[in-house]
């Protein structure tokens, strides 16, 4: 097989149906279906297994969105690895396109595709991703009419969401899959930014399509998610960014909750549903706990960090660069879509 398709579930059985038929209407063949079911209780590993296409690894726990996708690795014999979000639905085409690009781009060790909104699909829900100063990320152009939008495809991008990612195999091999230890959110983060501190580089399939319906699983603005991107996102710049960009760290934090303060009193973008959230106190702490355990893991990140750079090809100079030519705003990052 020349590719493998990575989904990740936990209690998705709403979702699977659509998103494997998609799968089957696809005009590229020479693709096998993994599916990691992470302990669900809903009834999918009995629908799994009535899917003679799927290769099932049932965990009997939830491990979370990093290690699912890891746990197929051994199972997994494509030299493209795909990453595809259960709660997604893809074009026909979408497989073809995606897999031309990065066969025209061997230098690419990722690429991305246009990921739209399921509920509203002339906005545009993820087109790579961009990043803050202080390492928060979010699709690029997300909410954006993509008829609006000029965006050349096979562009470069910094890297693509795992919500649909290819991954090259080479690559993965080079510097590892996931981290496991971030259970989920902004492990495309820390290895979209392994990949380009390696030299790999990112692309755009722009005309491989699929619709997503996002933030099924956690919730757009729960307290989990809270935490674990408040965590996650501390992790990936401790392992990955430039000193000169650690350093200020605390500075640049600082700026992001002061944007975010402004717009919760202004009930704009997040600072909307954090006004409309009936667990305003458990967002907080969420948050707090979030830097705390970042704080506490910081010994065992000096040596992630140490095995990260081993495999860097890029200077310091190169990758400052190469984060402010896909950099995103507080601004941007948290308030409401464009109209």
Same mark, same amino acid.
């Given at each position: 097989?020349r590719?493998?398709?990575?989904?990740?579930?936990?209690?998705?059985?709403?979702?699977?149906?659509e998103? =494997?038929?998609?799968?089957?209407?696809?005009?590229?063949?020479? +693709?096998?279906?993994?599916?990691?079911?992470?302990?669900?209780?809903?009834?999918?590993?009995?629908?799994?297994?009535q899917?003679?296409?799927?290769? $099932?690894?049932p965990?009997?726990?939830?491990? /979370?969105?990093?290690?699912?996708?890891?746990?197929? *690795?051994?199972?997994?014999q494509?030299?493209?690895?795909?990453?595809?979000?259960?709660?997604? !639905?893809?074009?026909?085409?979408?497989?073809?396109?995606?897999?031309?690009?990065?066969?025209?781009?061997?230098?690419?060790?990722?690429v991305?595709?246009?990921?739209?909104?399921?509920?509203?699909?002339?906005?545009?829900?993820?087109? /790579?991703?961009?990043?803050?100063?202080d390492?928060?990320?979010?699709?690029?152009?997300?909410?954006?009419?993509?008829?609006? $939008?000029?965006?050349?495809?096979?562009?470069?991008? *910094?890297?693509?969401?795992?919500?649909?990612?290819?991954?090259?195999?080479?690559?993965?091999?080079?510097?590892?899959? +996931?981290d496991?230890?971030?259970?989920?959110?902004?492990?495309?983060?820390?290895?979209?930014? #392994?990949?380009? *501190?390696?030299g790999w580089?990112?692309? =755009?399939?722009?005309?491989?399509i699929?619709?997503?319906?996002?933030?099924?699983?956690?919730?757009?603005?729960?307290?989990?998610?809270l935490?674990?991107?408040? #965590?996650?996102?501390y992790?990936?710049?401790?392992?990955? *960014?430039?000193?000169?960009?650690?350093?200020?760290?605390? +500075?640049?934090?600082?700026?992001r909750?002061?944007?975010?303060?402004?717009?919760?009193?202004?009930?704009?973008?997040?600072?909307g549903?954090?006004?409309?959230?009936?667990? !305003?106190?458990e967002?907080?702490?969420?948050?707090? #706990?979030?830097?705390?355990?970042? $704080?506490?893991?910081?010994?065992?990140?000096?040596?992630?960090?140490?095995?990260?750079?081993?495999? !860097?090809?890029?200077?310091?100079?190169?990758?400052?660069?190469?984060?402010?030519?896909?950099?995103?705003?507080?601004?941007? =990052?948290?308030?409401?879509?464009?109209?």
């Amino acid at each position: 097989m020349r590719v493998s398709v990575i989904i990740v579930n936990w209690n998705g059985l709403g979702h699977l149906p659509e998103c =494997l038929e998609s799968l089957q209407e696809q005009t590229f063949h020479d +693709f096998e279906v993994i599916v990691v079911d992470n302990g669900s209780s809903d009834g999918s590993v009995a629908y799994l297994k009535q899917r003679p296409e799927v290769r $099932l690894v049932p965990l009997q726990e939830n491990a /979370g969105f990093a290690a699912g996708n890891n746990a197929a *690795l051994p199972y997994a014999q494509g030299e493209y690895l795909v990453t595809l979000n259960n709660d997604t !639905k893809a074009e026909p085409d979408w497989l073809e396109k995606l897999v031309a690009v990065a066969d025209a781009h061997p230098e690419a060790g990722m690429v991305g595709c246009r990921i739209l909104s399921y509920q509203d699909p002339e906005r545009v829900d993820s087109m /790579g991703m961009a990043i803050c100063r202080d390492g928060m990320s979010r699709g690029n152009f997300r909410g954006r009419r993509f008829a609006d $939008l000029k965006v050349e495809d096979e562009a470069e991008i *910094l890297f693509p969401s795992a919500c649909v990612a290819l991954y090259r195999r080479s690559m993965v091999d080079q510097i590892g899959f +996931f981290d496991g230890d971030f259970f989920a959110y902004c492990e495309d983060s820390d290895l979209g930014l #392994r990949g380009r *501190l390696a030299g790999w580089r990112a692309v =755009l399939a722009r005309d491989a399509i699929v619709y997503h319906k996002y933030s099924m699983t956690a919730g757009s603005l729960s307290p989990l998610k809270l935490y674990l991107v408040e #965590r996650n996102h501390y992790w990936a710049v401790l392992k990955n *960014l430039p000193w000169p960009l650690i350093l200020l760290l605390p +500075f640049h934090t600082a700026q992001r909750y002061l944007t975010q303060a402004r717009l919760v009193l202004g009930a704009k973008g997040t600072g909307g549903e954090f006004m409309s959230s009936g667990s !305003k106190k458990e967002c907080i702490l969420a948050l707090l #706990r979030g830097m705390r355990d970042a $704080l506490l893991a910081l010994p065992a990140l000096a040596r992630k960090r140490a095995q990260v750079m081993q495999h !860097k090809k890029l200077s310091t100079r190169e990758i400052l660069q190469l984060l402010k030519r896909h950099r995103l705003t507080f601004h941007e =990052l948290l308030d409401v879509p464009q109209p």
